[in-house]
């Protein structure tokens, strides 16, 4: 066995076709199906299947996927003994977010390592910077292509699978409901799902957060709520909600860079509101000096916005 030819098992089993870790290695779709064909050659038990058109791992394609991603870690695990790129603080770091993170962290990231860098004449990892909105169960696959994950999800959904990947907490962070500033409701501190439900929403599409929340005051209260808009993007919400003629949902947080005075957010009781962001990476990612970096980084902008966001 090669552990080129393990990385690409894995890689199947994670990404879900060979088109798709063909682009993640940057090889081409005829190459991948070869060593997989040669790994296969090596072992007597099948290690994939046809599922329509689709190649999926059977039970012992993902338990040798497993060992493969132990060689995997233990390969960086000697990198980092011998190191040069491992320990180099300028290395670059690839980083993906879902849109309102990326919205809400990006820019005070880069500014804080470029002032960083410029303060002790230093050298700082050179950010690679991308949004991926996905559903809560495709986050973790994106590290196969990122060096960190910026992912959510809701307080009470399934965790992360720690046995692909690491998981460092950045924040607990409540969604609020938004109302133009004018609404009665405006002048309550806290709201109930009684108080709401019978209003005309903005909300996101079924599988995101928002969406997950209004089901959730639904059920409490027993009535159907009429939603009007679906929308994935929170500063369209956000205009929306100023504009009047309908509520929505936005986290306290990482939405406060697309509010204006037309809108307000109050905390909703009596329903779990709150998702996680996290950072999601592979094992070996974190054994990066860079990466480590910029973790610390993150965890550091994300404190400073949570004080900003903070009633005084």
Avoid at 169 to 185: F, G, K, S, V
Avoid at 283 to 297: D, G, H, I, Q, W
């Amino acid at each position: 066995m090669e552990i080129h030819q393990l990385q690409m098992l894995r890689e199947l089993g994670d990404l879900g076709s060979v088109k798709a870790v063909a682009e993640t290695l940057m090889v081409t779709p005829s190459a991948v199906s070869q060593q997989l064909a040669l790994l296969q050659r090596s072992v007597d038990v099948p290690l994939t299947r046809k599922e329509g058109r689709a190649l999926v791992l059977t039970d012992a394609g993902r338990v040798l996927a497993e060992a493969g991603a132990a060689v995997v870690n233990a390969m960086a695990d000697a990198r980092a003994a011998i190191g040069a790129y491992h320990d180099a603080p300028d290395a670059p770091v690839s980083v993906s977010a879902f849109h309102s993170a990326g919205q809400a962290l990006f820019a005070p990231l880069a500014a804080l390592l470029a002032a960083e860098k410029a303060s002790d004449g230093g050298m700082s990892p050179r950010l690679r910077l991308s949004d991926e909105d996905v559903a809560q169960e495709d986050f973790p696959g994106l590290a196969a292509r990122y060096d960190l994950v910026l992912a959510h999800r809701m307080d009470n959904s399934p965790p992360w699978p720690e046995d692909k990947v690491a998981v460092i907490p950045l924040a607990d962070e409540p969604l609020d409901i938004a109302l133009p500033a004018h609404h009665p409701l405006a002048d309550r501190t806290e709201l109930e799902p009684s108080d709401v439900v019978d209003e005309t929403w903005v909300t996101s599409r079924d599988g995101y957060s928002p969406a997950d929340v209004l089901a959730a005051v639904v059920a409490v209260s027993g009535r159907p709520a009429e939603v009007l808009h679906r929308i994935n993007d929170y500063s369209t919400v956000a205009a929306l909600v100023s504009a009047g003629g309908a509520i929505g949902l936005l986290p306290r947080f990482t939405a406060r860079r697309v509010l204006d005075a037309g809108v307000v957010l109050r905390p909703l009781a009596g329903v779990n509101s709150v998702r996680k962001i996290d950072i999601l990476a592979r094992p070996e990612a974190l054994k990066r000096k860079s990466v480590m970096t910029v973790c610390e980084s993150l965890q550091t902008v994300i404190t400073e916005l949570i004080e900003l966001s903070s009633p005084r």
